[in-house]
Structures are given as structure tokens and as C-alpha cells.
């Protein structure tokens, strides 16, 4: 017997527009930093909590993540807007003495689950009908440099994919665009 497919759902993700005022709305300066790292450079929340300040380059505007999933490291390139926000985060937010990048002053990091619930709280906050998390951050990088014309390779090596197959479930794409590309021929 044949095992049934089931059709998954396409995830949320938001625009850039929806992003900055998703932003606005998260109160907490260090989540705040945080998700703006995830949007710009598609990180995982596991490696956003887990990185620490020496895999942070910002004189060579890089993000080595260090033992990505499935133990593998790759290099993240830091955009103009993202380095503004990291540099003034180490210079007038962080203040924890802890060696992660991103630390709470009273315990040395930031969780998963308080990250999503500031995120949740903010998307509350801004009466949406969009089930947003850390993850759907990852899923807007990649949409959105995908609608400003980058190429699926290029952001199947940002997100750190084996094969384009898993970039795909992450490129979301409407049935306007869809159209427009088949009438190319």
C-alpha cells in the first residue's frame, strides 16, 4: 500500500514593510537586535542563541555560524543595514558579560521561547492574522531576496541547504508571479 502524501502548508512569511513595523512593535532592545539579525541573514534561532561574539566579523561584515544543523559551518555575510544594528547593539545595548553575542545582563543568553514570545506579543500588538515565529523570519529572507531578483543557489548557500529542494519550501512565491514567468516564453 501506497503511504498517502499530504500537501504541506505554505508557511507565512512577511514583506520587508511588515518587518519594520514588526520591529517597532518589540519593545525588548536585545529580542529587537535579534530579529533583525534573523531577518537579514536568514540564521536559525538555534544559531542566533548559540553564536558567540568572536563569530560575529564586523570589520569583515561576516557571520561565521559555527556548527549549523547538521554540524555544518558556513559564512553569512553582513548587509550595510544589519552592521548599523550590530555595531550599535555592542555599543550601547549589550552589557552582558557572557560570551554569546547575544546575552540577557541576568543570565548570559537569550531562549527560543522568550524570543517567540516577544515576537508573538508584537504580532498581537499589531492585530495580524499571521501565525509569525524566529522560523517565518527565515522563510521572509529568503522570499524576499528571491522577489529582489537573487538566485535560488545563492540563497540555498545562505540558508546553509544541501540540496535546493529544502530552499524551496522556503521561496514563497504567489500565483501573479507565477503567471508572469510562464508568460516569458
Known amino acids: 500500500m501506497e503511504p498517502v502524501k499530504v500537501k504541506q502548508k505554505e508557511r ?10 514588526l520591529i517597532k512593535a518589540i519593545d525588548h532592545r536585545v529580542i529587537r537586535t535579534v530579529v533583525q539579525t534573523m531577518f537579514y541573514t536568514g ?19 561576516m557571520l561565521h555560524i559555527i556548527d549549523g544543523k547538521g554540524k555544518k559551518d558556513r559564512d553569512v555575510p553582513i548587509n550595510e543595514k544589519l552592521h548599523c544594528i550590530l555595531t550599535y547593539y555592542l555599543t550601547h545595548i549589550r552589557e552582558s558579560k557572557s560570551g554569546r553575542f547575544f546575552a540577557m545582563t541576568s543570565t548570559g543568553k537569550v531562549s527560543s521561547c522568550y524570543i517567540n514570545r516577544h515576537i508573538h ?14 522560523h517565518v523570519l527565515r522563510h ?17 548557500k545562505l540558508l546553509g541547504h544541501a540540496n535546493l529542494s ?15 514567468v510562464v508568460n516569458l516564453l
Not at 514563497?172 to 507565477?178: P, R
Request: proline fraction near 0%; charged fraction near 30%.
Open 43 to 61: 540564521g536559525r534561532i538555534s544559531e542566533m542563541i548559540n553564536l558567540k561574539l568572536e563569530e560575529v566579523d564586523l570589520k569583515n561584515r
Open 166 to 180: 529544502v530552499t524551496s519550501r522556503y521561496l514563497h512565491q504567489d500565483i501573479n508571479k507565477l503567471n508572469s
Open 12 to 21: 507565512d512569511f512577511i514583506t520587508e514593510t511588515e518587518f519594520h513595523d
Open 121 to 134: 506579543e508584537a504580532v498581537d500588538k499589531l492585530g495580524w492574522d499571521k501565525d509569525v515565529s524566529a
Open 140 to 156: 521572509s529572507f529568503g522570499t524576499n531576496l528571491l522577489e529582489k531578483g537573487a538566485s535560488v543557489v545563492s540563497i540555498q
